[in-house]
Structure formats: C-alpha cells, structure tokens
C-alpha cells in the first residue's frame, strides 16, 4: 500500500459526459501527479500540482482539467467524454517537486466510456 | 524529445536471473526508475538511480546504469513466480522549470517459466 488512494476505483460512463477522479496524496506530500495509462498511448504524464498550485503540464486534453485543494486531494475532471478516454488513470504523490522526491503510485480508477 | 524503450517480453525460468533492459533519449535525465505493475494493480515503486551512480543493489534487484549509452537495466536475482509482472523504466529529466512528470517505457511483461 503506497499510501495514496484514488476513488473511485471503476467509473463507467457515456460519451459525452463529464466525471471527476478524486486523489488523495500520502500524508505530508505537497506534489500531486496525473497519468493516464491506455493500451495504445501507455502510461502518459497529464499534470502535476504542487501545493495547490499548477506545476507542469504534459499531454492533457482540453477537455481534461484538475485542480488541488487546501487540504492536499487534488480532483482530474474530464469532460465531452469519447471512447477513446477509456483508461486508467492514476494519480502519484512525492514530497517535493523535482529533485530527490520519488513518486508513488494509487491503484487508479479504470474508466469505462460506453 | 524524450523516449524511453523497453523490449515488451521476457521469458525465464524460475530460479534463474531476469535482466530487463531499458534505453533513454534524453541526456539531462537525473532520476531512473524501475516499477513494477501486477494484473488489475497500480504501480509500486522497485527502485531508483540517480544518473552521477553506476550501480545500485537493493536485496534481489541490482540496477546498472550506462550513462554514455543511456542504458539502464534491471537484474532480478532467483527470480519467483511472484516476480511475473509488467516492468516500467522511468526517466525524470532536470526541469529547469518544465515538467517533472515522469517519462515511462512501454513496460517488459515478465513471464516466469516453471
């Protein structure tokens, strides 16, 4: 157990809908990661929060978009769903940004789109 | 940009040593990572290596890394049947301000011969 957990764990939803993933960061860690795991893509770095304020931003759709709150969980929203959303998505967490810090992994939600 | 390659299969027999082979692109890398991703599972952390090492050795696993080749392997000793896995490489290149999110291979499925 890494310490960081994500709900929910399967979401299963229509094209065109909206969801959001919550994540919550192991205890003390600052910096929050979004990745996207397909079969086609692999496992792709979305954006990366720290201490509530954007970081970093990879390969995320316009459509997507996070946020993270005071308290540290941050929350993926992806929005006009299409098939293609349909992965896993997981969230790391680590102490700092960049550096010594290593990050570690939730179990991820697995997205359906129907 | 950056790459990350990894051979998407190896087969061994248990008892015997895996070595998962990794290649990077990108020379400004300062951490490489190893996880480790079980069926229906998120990823959990094995080890990491910091790009100024050329070895490290944690219990069964010993990391190599060719920084003029950027090379990297991953040498799974007495390997188990609970050693069948997917095996991510990961590179953290120095952000000098841009992403530091992680840059994953494809990942090697390991399988475990009897």
């Known amino acids: 157990d890494s310490g960081v957990t994500q709900t929910p764990k399967h979401l299963i939803t229509a094209t065109g809908q909206r969801v959001t993933l919550r994540c919550s960061p192991r205890s003390g860690d600052l910096s929050v990661y979004w990745y996207q795991q397909s079969l086609d893509q692999g496992l792709q770095f979305l954006i990366q929060?720290?201490?509530?304020?954007?970081?970093a931003k990879g390969n995320i759709l316009e459509r997507f978009s996070a946020q993270q709150f005071p308290d540290l969980h941050s929350e993926l929203n992806l929005s006009s769903l299409e098939l293609g959303d349909s992965a896993l998505y997981f969230c790391?967490?680590?102490?700092?940004?960049?550096?010594?810090?290593?990050?570690?992994f939730g179990p991820g939600t697995r997205l359906t789109v129907l | 940009g950056e790459d990350v390659e990894q051979s998407l299969f190896l087969s061994v027999r248990e008892g015997d040593s895996s070595v998962i082979n990794c290649t990077y692109t990108d020379s400004s890398s300062t951490y490489l990572y190893w996880y480790k991703q079980e069926p229906g599972a998120g990823l959990q952390l094995l080890t990491y290596?910091?790009?100024?090492?050329d070895m490290k050795q944690d219990q069964r696993l010993t990391v190599l890394l060719n920084k003029k080749d950027k090379h990297l392997s991953l040498r799974i000793a007495d390997t188990q049947t609970g050693d069948s896995a997917i095996y991510f490489c990961?590179?953290?290149?120095?952000?000098?301000?841009?992403?530091?999110?992680?840059?994953f291979g494809k990942g090697t499925h390991l399988i475990i011969q009897p």
């Open positions: 790391a967490s680590s102490v700092i940004s960049g550096g010594t810090d290593t990050q570690y």
């Open positions: 290596i910091f790009s100024n090492m």
């Open positions: 929060y720290y201490n509530g304020e954007e970081r």
């Open positions: 990961a590179e953290m290149a120095d952000s000098g301000g841009g992403a530091d999110g992680l840059t």
